[in-house]
């Protein structure tokens, strides 16, 4: 795919990319895929799937209580639990405003971890990694932003993420899908967003603007961004996903470069709707 060579201008020492159809066929690939990225915030996908899968299992329940008085797992998932973005300030009541929280991840790991007597990182990869072969990807670091990955193991992610085998189809589609409808608030980077829809872990695009995903990007995308210089996101009408992995920390160089890049690949793909 010739719109990949694109992020040779990013000014990153290190970027990979790769596009992934909804089959599983890897559409493009360009940059080493085996070199192992910090994820940052793309950490809360991974952490959400295991979330999911201990859901399903019993260990935690969606609406059983967890972090504020008023709070549960689902509050946590969809960032309206109210803990403020990087400690346990709580700053909202829960489901009352959209507030994006890396705190509310590590709240989540360690219930899990309560649940499961598993420490969450062992139980992340255990849950997900390991199912998925992806053999360099670890939680080296906090629950909503300290996991490592190289592309090639996100291309295993991203593939599963389109058809699911660790999770019922149900439960992805209720995860990708808006919780806690018609809540306002800041998506990291790019400003308020009336609505900042949210699934359950991942961010959803609907018709926000600005926004780091394409003008071309259907509504459902979902996905999520890293201060990294890292992203994923999944668009399931156009049956297509785009991995991107740079070690350029996230600023206005990724708001400016990262929605045409991925224009450019929903228009080299056209052909596939």
Not at 15 to 25: L, S
Request: charged share 20%; proline share 7%; net charge negative.
């Amino acid at each position: 795919m010739k719109s990949l060579a694109m992020i040779d201008t990013w000014s990153a020492e290190h970027a990979a990319v790769a596009v992934i159809a909804a089959d599983g066929t890897v559409l493009g690939t360009y940059g080493p895929m085996e070199h192992v990225f910090a994820l940052a915030s793309v950490t809360k996908p991974l952490v959400a799937y295991a979330a999911l899968i201990a859901i399903e299992e019993g260990a935690v329940e969606l609406d059983q209580p967890a972090g504020p008085p008023g709070a549960t797992i689902r509050h946590l998932l969809a960032h309206t639990s109210g803990l403020a973005f990087d400690d346990h300030q709580t700053v909202a009541a829960p489901g009352t405003r959209r507030v994006y929280s890396s705190a509310g991840f590590e709240v989540l790991a360690d219930e899990i971890e309560k649940a499961s007597g598993i420490a969450f990182p062992q139980y992340l990869k255990e849950a997900v990694f390991e199912p998925l072969g992806m053999a360099t990807a670890a939680l080296t670091g906090p629950a909503g932003s300290g996991a490592q990955a190289s592309c090639a193991d996100l291309i295993r992610f991203a593939t599963e993420l389109q058809a699911p085998t660790l999770v019922a189809a149900e439960t992805l589609a209720e995860a990708t899908g808006v919780a806690f409808p018609g809540l306002d608030g800041v998506l990291p980077g790019f400003g308020n967003q009336r609505p900042n829809d949210w699934g359950l872990g991942f961010e959803i695009r609907s018709r926000k603007c600005p926004h780091w995903t394409g003008n071309g990007n259907s509504p459902a995308t979902y996905g999520h961004f890293g201060a990294a210089g890292t992203f994923l996101w999944v668009d399931p009408d156009r049956r297509l996903a785009a991995v991107a992995l740079t070690d350029r920390p996230f600023d206005q160089w990724a708001t400016e470069v990262w929605p045409p890049f991925t224009d450019a690949i929903l228009a080299e793909t056209s052909d596939r709707r």
